[in-house]
């Protein structure tokens, strides 16, 4: 079946560590996402990628990195210099960016402080 | 700016007590208007994209409707396995746009 793989599903961070979210979807769509979701706020666009090689700064990038250096892949790396990094974190994708078809998305990893 | 509001925040119906879910938006041209399903712990799973005002799209007990200013979505005799938080999004015309999410609905349906 067809569809977007994030791990892990759970994840804790200690004090100045760097971690990687993965993202994998097999959907062979161009276009991926990462949003942050926080309790009784919407979905925040981090970063996407349009297509492979080429990603662009969300509305809150910064403390977080990006690559996609394959059209399945689009990992997000949470910096220590991203100071509240508690939240769910979503990847989607899409068959195209700016394009009205549905961004579907994967199940979603929550990253706690230790 | 483009804004999406959603309410009421959180429903709570008995079994087979039908009812609708709001979402209300300002933006200076429309793409689309998503409405996606999420299950605690999980991902938003997508359910309907509604293009333009008069538009509407059934699934199951579900039928989303959209207008020039909000969307409803209706729940027909809801059952308890249709609580989740419902999230509309609505995706500007433009260059560059992004989906603009609300803050969801949360419904709880009791047996």
């Known amino acids: 079946d067809g569809g977007i793989t994030q791990s892990p599903k759970y994840l804790f961070r200690k004090e100045g560590q760097n971690v990687t979210l993965s993202c994998e979807q097999n959907l062979n769509h161009d276009a991926m996402y990462w949003y942050r979701q926080d309790p009784g706020q919407g979905l925040r666009l981090i970063y996407y990628?349009?297509?492979?090689?080429?990603?662009q700064k969300g509305d809150i990038a910064e403390g977080y990195s990006v690559s996609r250096e394959k059209k399945e892949s689009f990992p997000l790396t949470v910096t220590s210099a991203q100071k509240n990094p508690t939240a769910f974190y979503l990847c989607?994708?899409?068959?195209?960016?700016?394009?009205?078809?549905?961004?579907?998305f994967g199940d979603g990893t929550r990253l706690s402080i230790l | 700016e483009d804004q999406v509001t959603q309410s009421p925040e959180a429903l709570r119906l008995q079994e087979g007590e039908s009812s609708s879910l709001n979402c209300s938006y300002t933006v200076s041209g429309l793409r689309g208007l998503f409405w996606y399903r999420q299950d605690p712990g999980k991902g938003p799973e997508f359910l309907f994209t509604l293009y333009s005002a008069g538009e509407e799209k059934e699934k199951e007990r579900l039928k989303a409707t959209l207008t020039k200013k909000e969307s409803f979505l209706h729940i027909t005799a809801p059952k308890p396995e249709d609580s989740a938080t419902y999230l509309c999004a609505l995706y500007p015309t433009g260059a560059n746009s992004k989906l603009t999410f609300g803050k969801g609905i949360t419904l709880s349906v009791r047996p």
């Open positions: 990628s349009q297509i492979v090689n080429d990603f």
């Open positions: 989607a994708s899409s068959w195209a960016f700016n394009s009205n078809q549905p961004q579907h």
